[in-house]
Protein backbone atom coordinates (compact mmCIF):
# COMPACT_ATOMS: atom_id res chain seq x y z
CA UNK A 1 0.00 0.00 0.00
CA UNK A 2 1.20 2.79 -1.27
CA UNK A 3 -0.28 6.25 -0.66
CA UNK A 4 0.59 9.99 -1.59
CA UNK A 5 -0.32 12.81 0.99
CA UNK A 6 -1.03 16.01 -0.83
CA UNK A 7 -2.67 19.14 0.06
CA UNK A 8 -4.62 22.29 -1.45
CA UNK A 9 -1.82 24.49 0.08
CA UNK A 10 1.17 24.75 2.00
CA UNK A 11 0.81 24.47 6.23
CA UNK A 12 -2.43 22.52 5.66
CA UNK A 13 -1.59 19.58 8.14
CA UNK A 14 -0.04 17.49 5.66
CA UNK A 15 2.63 16.26 8.11
CA UNK A 16 -0.11 15.56 11.10
CA UNK A 17 -2.02 13.88 8.32
CA UNK A 18 0.70 11.63 7.52
CA UNK A 19 1.98 11.18 10.95
CA UNK A 20 -1.33 10.01 11.93
CA UNK A 21 -2.02 7.48 9.15
CA UNK A 22 1.80 6.25 9.66
CA UNK A 23 0.66 5.27 13.31
CA UNK A 24 -2.43 3.80 12.53
CA UNK A 25 -1.46 1.48 9.37
CA UNK A 26 1.96 1.08 10.90
CA UNK A 27 3.66 2.85 7.22
CA UNK A 28 6.76 3.91 6.29
CA UNK A 29 7.09 7.75 5.86
CA UNK A 30 9.10 9.60 2.78
CA UNK A 31 9.17 12.66 1.69
CA UNK A 32 11.26 13.12 -1.84
CA UNK A 33 11.42 16.72 -2.11
CA UNK A 34 12.06 18.65 1.35
CA UNK A 35 12.72 22.27 1.06
CA UNK A 36 12.88 24.42 4.78
CA UNK A 37 15.69 22.23 6.23
CA UNK A 38 17.17 25.21 7.98
CA UNK A 39 13.78 25.49 10.11
CA UNK A 40 13.98 21.56 10.23
CA UNK A 41 12.25 18.86 8.21
CA UNK A 42 9.00 17.13 8.18
CA UNK A 43 10.65 13.68 8.46
CA UNK A 44 11.84 14.76 11.99
CA UNK A 45 8.44 15.81 12.91
CA UNK A 46 7.03 12.48 11.65
CA UNK A 47 8.96 10.61 13.38
CA UNK A 48 9.07 12.18 16.65
CA UNK A 49 5.10 11.85 16.23
CA UNK A 50 4.67 8.21 15.13
CA UNK A 51 8.51 6.42 15.95
CA UNK A 52 8.22 5.08 12.70
CA UNK A 53 10.51 4.06 9.80
CA UNK A 54 11.88 6.88 7.57
CA UNK A 55 13.36 7.22 4.16
CA UNK A 56 15.64 10.22 3.83
CA UNK A 57 14.45 12.83 1.14
CA UNK A 58 15.65 12.88 -2.45
CA UNK A 59 16.30 16.68 -2.09
CA UNK A 60 17.20 18.35 0.97
CA UNK A 61 16.74 21.89 0.45
CA UNK A 62 17.90 24.74 2.85
CA UNK A 63 15.51 27.72 1.93
CA UNK A 64 12.00 27.85 3.20
CA UNK A 65 10.66 28.37 -0.26
CA UNK A 66 8.89 26.83 -3.01
CA UNK A 67 10.80 23.55 -4.19
CA UNK A 68 11.89 25.51 -7.72
CA UNK A 69 13.13 28.34 -5.65
CA UNK A 70 15.16 26.81 -3.46
CA UNK A 71 17.01 24.18 -5.51
CA UNK A 72 18.04 27.10 -7.79
CA UNK A 73 19.41 28.93 -5.17
CA UNK A 74 21.57 25.87 -4.03
CA UNK A 75 22.20 25.64 -8.09
CA UNK A 76 20.03 22.08 -8.13
CA UNK A 77 17.79 20.99 -10.63
CA UNK A 78 14.99 18.45 -9.37
CA UNK A 79 14.69 15.88 -11.44
CA UNK A 80 11.61 13.49 -11.62
CA UNK A 81 13.67 10.27 -13.07
CA UNK A 82 15.46 10.26 -9.82
CA UNK A 83 12.78 9.80 -7.53
CA UNK A 84 12.36 6.56 -7.29
CA UNK A 85 10.09 4.52 -4.67
CA UNK A 86 12.03 3.26 -1.69
CA UNK A 87 11.63 -0.25 -1.57
CA UNK A 88 9.95 -1.48 1.76
CA UNK A 89 7.37 -4.66 2.58
CA UNK A 90 5.46 -1.99 4.83
CA UNK A 91 2.67 0.21 3.92
CA UNK A 92 3.86 3.73 2.79
CA UNK A 93 2.80 7.28 3.38
CA UNK A 94 4.45 9.74 0.49
CA UNK A 95 4.12 13.45 1.88
CA UNK A 96 4.11 16.11 -1.20
CA UNK A 97 5.37 19.77 -0.93
CA UNK A 98 3.05 22.40 -0.68
CA UNK A 99 -0.09 22.09 -3.04
CA UNK A 100 -0.30 20.11 -6.30
CA UNK A 101 0.72 23.19 -8.47
CA UNK A 102 4.00 23.63 -6.30
CA UNK A 103 6.55 23.29 -9.29
CA UNK A 104 9.55 21.57 -8.76
CA UNK A 105 11.92 23.23 -11.98
CA UNK A 106 10.64 24.76 -14.56
CA UNK A 107 8.89 22.38 -15.96
CA UNK A 108 7.31 19.87 -13.86
CA UNK A 109 4.81 20.60 -10.53
CA UNK A 110 4.10 17.95 -7.62
CA UNK A 111 1.18 16.85 -10.13
CA UNK A 112 3.45 15.22 -12.28
CA UNK A 113 5.60 14.20 -9.28
CA UNK A 114 2.33 12.41 -8.28
CA UNK A 115 2.02 10.90 -12.01
CA UNK A 116 5.34 9.85 -11.96
CA UNK A 117 5.27 7.79 -8.86
CA UNK A 118 1.58 5.91 -9.60
CA UNK A 119 0.14 6.02 -6.74
CA UNK A 120 -3.37 6.76 -5.10
CA UNK A 121 -3.23 10.18 -3.37
CA UNK A 122 -5.37 11.64 -0.58
CA UNK A 123 -6.21 14.95 -0.30
CA UNK A 124 -5.76 17.34 3.08
CA UNK A 125 -7.85 20.38 3.08
CA UNK A 126 -8.48 23.12 5.95
CA UNK A 127 -11.91 23.18 7.48
CA UNK A 128 -12.49 26.71 7.11
CA UNK A 129 -13.23 29.11 4.83
CA UNK A 130 -12.15 29.06 1.30
CA UNK A 131 -11.67 25.33 1.61
CA UNK A 132 -14.05 24.41 -1.19
CA UNK A 133 -12.74 26.45 -3.77
CA UNK A 134 -8.98 25.42 -2.85
CA UNK A 135 -10.15 21.60 -2.42
CA UNK A 136 -12.31 21.42 -5.57
CA UNK A 137 -9.73 22.90 -7.76
CA UNK A 138 -7.13 20.30 -6.66
CA UNK A 139 -9.59 17.65 -6.77
CA UNK A 140 -9.85 18.78 -10.76
CA UNK A 141 -6.30 18.67 -11.39
CA UNK A 142 -5.82 15.48 -10.00
CA UNK A 143 -8.37 14.19 -12.24
CA UNK A 144 -7.26 16.35 -15.15
CA UNK A 145 -4.32 13.25 -15.21
CA UNK A 146 -6.57 10.69 -14.69
CA UNK A 147 -4.94 9.97 -11.01
CA UNK A 148 -6.89 8.07 -8.44
CA UNK A 149 -8.38 10.24 -5.79
CA UNK A 150 -8.83 8.08 -2.20
CA UNK A 151 -11.02 11.19 -0.80
CA UNK A 152 -9.95 13.95 1.62
CA UNK A 153 -9.25 14.52 4.88
CA UNK A 154 -9.91 17.87 6.02
CA UNK A 155 -7.78 19.76 8.97
CA UNK A 156 -9.44 22.35 11.67
CA UNK A 157 -12.97 23.05 13.55
CA UNK A 158 -15.18 20.92 12.30
CA UNK A 159 -17.40 22.35 9.74
CA UNK A 160 -20.32 20.26 8.51
CA UNK A 161 -21.29 22.82 5.92
CA UNK A 162 -17.90 23.05 4.18
CA UNK A 163 -17.35 18.97 4.61
CA UNK A 164 -20.78 18.33 2.44
CA UNK A 165 -20.11 21.09 -0.14
CA UNK A 166 -16.84 19.22 -0.40
CA UNK A 167 -18.60 16.29 -0.82
CA UNK A 168 -21.16 17.35 -3.24
CA UNK A 169 -18.62 19.56 -5.88
CA UNK A 170 -15.65 17.58 -5.30
CA UNK A 171 -17.35 14.37 -6.32
CA UNK A 172 -15.43 12.58 -3.42
CA UNK A 173 -15.62 11.47 0.31
CA UNK A 174 -14.18 13.46 3.43
CA UNK A 175 -12.34 10.18 4.60
CA UNK A 176 -11.69 12.18 8.13
CA UNK A 177 -12.26 15.29 9.70
CA UNK A 178 -9.17 16.14 12.69
CA UNK A 179 -9.79 18.94 14.95
CA UNK A 180 -7.01 20.88 16.33
CA UNK A 181 -4.42 19.42 18.80
CA UNK A 182 -3.74 21.06 21.93
CA UNK A 183 -0.15 19.60 22.10
CA UNK A 184 1.35 17.99 19.25
CA UNK A 185 2.96 15.16 20.87
CA UNK A 186 2.80 11.43 19.55
CA UNK A 187 0.32 10.58 22.42
CA UNK A 188 -2.28 13.17 21.08
CA UNK A 189 -1.63 11.80 17.36
CA UNK A 190 -2.56 8.07 18.53
CA UNK A 191 -5.84 9.52 20.17
CA UNK A 192 -6.89 10.85 17.09
CA UNK A 193 -9.99 8.24 15.97
CA UNK A 194 -9.05 6.29 12.90
CA UNK A 195 -12.37 5.56 10.91
CA UNK A 196 -13.08 2.14 10.17
CA UNK A 197 -14.44 2.96 7.06
CA UNK A 198 -10.98 4.95 6.03
CA UNK A 199 -9.65 1.19 7.42
CA UNK A 200 -12.42 -0.51 5.08
CA UNK A 201 -11.48 1.84 2.25
CA UNK A 202 -7.45 1.72 2.41
CA UNK A 203 -8.61 -2.50 2.58
CA UNK A 204 -10.75 -2.46 -0.26
CA UNK A 205 -7.87 -1.26 -2.65
CA UNK A 206 -5.13 -3.88 -3.42
CA UNK A 207 -2.23 -1.27 -4.64
CA UNK A 208 1.09 -1.83 -4.43
Given at each position: ??????????????????????????????????????????????????????????????????????????????????????????????????????????????????????????????????????TCLTLQA???????????????????????????????????????????????????????????????????
Amino acid sequence: MRIFVTGTDTDVGKTVVSAWLCYHLKASYWKPVQSGTSEGTDSKTVWDLSKTEIFPETYSLKAPLSPHLAASLEEVQIDLEKINLPKTDKPLIIEGAGGVMAPLNNKHTILDLIEHLKVPTIVVARSTLGTINHTCLTLQALRSRSLLILGVIMNGPQNSDNKEAIEHFGKTKVLAEIEPLRLLTKEAISQIPFPSSLHGLLNGFSFS
